[in-house]
């Protein structure tokens, strides 16, 4: 799991992500004393935590977990949001999953559904949402209609989508008689969309089909899967990864 920005994370931050309590009550348990790093109590939720450092809370020792990731097969309907209260939010449908931390991999607006990944690994969160790795997320657009001439063609030119903003597909490609498939190396917000729009393509359905080297397939609606360890090693692959650095708190 990547670290907060200026080195290691802040100790309030780190036993909120390790499952202590919400970090308003880690606050406090960092007041009263009850936290200790490398056998020092510590006051202040600011103090810096790093990879080897040994944390405890009353008395018990504070892990965290490996960093892991999932795939979930986003429905249309659903907002990509963590948010406590949020109507048809993913929360719902991640019931069940074997770790906590976890935060989506970019966003699909509430009218997208497909490969939405999940993960607690912050570098690799980070590099595969940076454009400097280039990752590939491939789209199928449903047509209301057939594609009027030219349409492919004036998508693989690509346009502009807004103020200083162009959007080049690496490829694009028809999938059925109303249905085309195109890769962005880039994650803007809504791109494929303001894209479709600049292009005049006859839009009626989006979906995510493909992030990096993960795909949703055989993968029902609503559903999600942990990653195997060979889609994890090629994903991690793409942004210059190798094994995930242990986590502060491990104790080996």
């Known amino acids: 799991m990547g670290s907060d920005e200026g080195g290691g994370w802040r100790l309030n931050r780190f036993l909120a992500r390790a499952g202590v309590a919400s970090r308003r009550a880690c606050d406090r348990l960092i007041a009263e004393g009850a936290v200790r790093v490398n056998g020092k109590t510590v006051l202040s939720p600011a103090v810096r935590v790093e ?11 504070v892990v965290l977990p490996e960093p892991r990731t999932a795939v979930l097969n986003k429905p249309i309907g659903y907002e990509t949001t963590l948010a406590e209260g949020a109507r048809r939010s993913i929360p719902e449908l991640l019931r069940g999953l074997p770790f906590t931390g976890g935060v989506p991999v970019g966003r699909l607006d509430i009218n997208t559904g497909g490969v939405l990944l999940i993960s607690s690994d912050g570098e690799l969160v980070h590099r595969l949402t940076h454009a400097r790795w280039g990752v590939e997320r491939e789209y199928r657009l ?12 004036k998508l693989r030119k690509g346009a502009v989508i807004g103020p200083g903003e162009r959007s080049r597909p690496i490829m694009v490609r028809q999938a059925g ?37 993960i795909r949703a397939e055989g993968l029902e609606r609503g559903a999600w899967r942990m990653l195997t360890a060979a889609e994890l ?20």
């Not at 450092?53 to 018990?60: A, K, T, V, Y």
């Not at 880039?186 to 494929?192: F, I, K, M, P, S």
């Not at 991690?236 to 104790?251: E, F, H, I, Q, Y």
């Open 177 to 213: 008689p109303r249905g085309i498939l195109l890769v962005l190396a880039t994650g803007r917000n809504r791109e494929v969309r303001r894209l479709a729009d600049a292009c005049g393509v006859p839009l009626a359905g989006l979906e995510r089909v493909r992030y990096g080297c």
């Open 51 to 61: 990879p080897g450092d040994r944390i405890s809370c009353m008395g018990e020792m």
């Open 142 to 153: 449903a047509l209301s209609e057939d594609p009027p001439a030219g349409l492919l063609e």
């Open 233 to 252: 090693a090629e994903l991690r692959g793409l942004v210059g990864l190798s094994r995930p650095k242990r986590p502060a708190g491990s104790t080996s």
